[in-house]
């Protein structure tokens, strides 16, 4: 209230001191030298400079001005994935970021305007979802295909961590509003990142927000906040060392978690602290879906250097040739050292677009 206060006031004057002689329309032709740095303007209509330079300087509500520059993307650190492989220079325009990973009050206006049914609260069609398994796969039970989706659960023991679907199970009536399934709840979790998104539900709210997804590189760069070879958004000091710095996976993957960062499953948004360029939670809490296809070796087929590269034109998994998949970036609350790191802020991680899980948000940007 206060900012729209202090806005109304600043037009109202500017309108006041607005010159009475008729002017021609405000072209970029009225600014006509440059001196010291400064701009010197010929046409005296402050009103409708203010206006314009206002307008298209203007944040989205909740969101950052990221500004444009190059980057170093990927990693060849020891622990990195082959899919992260080379190391390559990307230039990024400037473009506008969500400070935070859009919340369950947020997806709820959303819903609540629309009408908006996710992936996870249809039916599953057999049609589409065959496309995706290898041929021959025999149709499931019709119960496995009621509205469902995939909730963490986890083991009691240690366990080997190259199965996944020992830590996940298919809950029928899981969906954001009942991340766990019946009986779990929302209610009282309005800053939580909402989770049980998929791909395409997340399309459907950036473009009713009149936003879109940022590609991958985009949202690489704006995670290393202006750090240059770093490894965290925070820099390169080790998750252990100092205060918690996000929300992880705490202790043994996938059946003991110590809780030293606060939180088992996910955090309110705006918890730990934010990067250099003001985002909260680009490591940790929910993986965010980024608008690039995935493809294992697409760093390979860029050019050393690359202008705002929007990803590759179709989707490659050698681990799953069947699904479609897209890019998603930043780890989550299960997300361990012994397991993924996701939150190292160039690793890769992939889902196909109908895919919603417990813990899968995602958060917006918008071209300027
Ligand atoms: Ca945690
Ligand atoms: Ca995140």
Not at 54 to 76: A, C, D, K, N, R
Not at 202 to 215: D, E, F, I, Q
């Amino acid at each position: 209230m206060y900012n729209f206060l202090l806005t109304l006031f600043i037009l109202l004057w500017l309108a006041y001191l607005r010159p009475k002689e008729k002017e021609p329309p405000l072209l970029s032709s009225h600014f006509t030298s440059i001196s010291c740095g400064s701009v010197k303007k010929t046409s005296s209509n402050y009103f409708e400079i203010f206006i314009q330079t206002y307008l298209t300087s203007l944040p989205e509500s909740g969101m950052v001005l990221i500004p444009g520059g190059q980057f170093e993307m990927g990693s060849e650190d020891s622990n990195a994935g082959p899919d992260e492989k080379p190391i390559h220079i990307v230039s990024i325009a400037s473009f506008y970021m969500d400070i935070t990973e859009v919340t369950n009050a947020q997806f709820k206006k959303f819903v609540d305007a629309t009408g908006y049914v996710t992936t996870a609260e249809r039916e599953l069609s057999w049609v589409e979802l065959s496309k995706q398994l290898p041929l021959g796969t025999p149709r499931p039970p019709d119960s496995l295909l009621l509205p469902s989706s995939l909730v963490f659960s986890p083991s009691n023991d240690p366990i080997l961590l190259n199965d996944n679907s020992k830590w996940w199970k298919w809950v029928r009536g899981a969906n954001w509003k009942h991340p766990q399934g019946p009986g779990s709840t929302i209610i009282g979790k309005e800053s939580h990142p909402v989770v049980q998104i998929s791909w395409d539900d997340a399309m459907a709210y950036c473009k009713w927000a009149n936003k879109r997804l940022p590609t991958e590189a985009e949202w690489e760069y704006a995670a290393r906040g202006g750090l240059v070879n770093t490894i965290y958004p925070w820099g390169k000091e080790p998750l252990q060392l100092g205060k918690s710095k996000m929300n992880s996976w705490d202790g043994s993957f996938p059946y003991y978690n110590s809780l030293q960062d606060g939180f088992y499953r996910t955090a309110p948004v705006r918890t730990y602290s934010p990067n250099g360029y003001g985002l909260y939670d680009m490591a940790g809490n929910v993986w965010e879906w980024c608008n690039d296809w995935y493809q294992y070796n697409y760093y390979d087929s860029l050019p050393s250097y690359s202008i705002n590269p929007r990803g590759p034109t179709c989707s490659i998994d050698p681990d799953d040739p069947n699904g479609k998949k897209r890019v998603l970036r930043g780890g989550s609350f299960l997300c361990n050292d012994s397991y993924c790191s996701g939150y190292r802020v160039s690793r890769r991680m992939k889902s196909t677009h109908d895919t919603g899980l417990e813990h899968t948000g995602f958060r917006c940007a918008k071209s300027l």
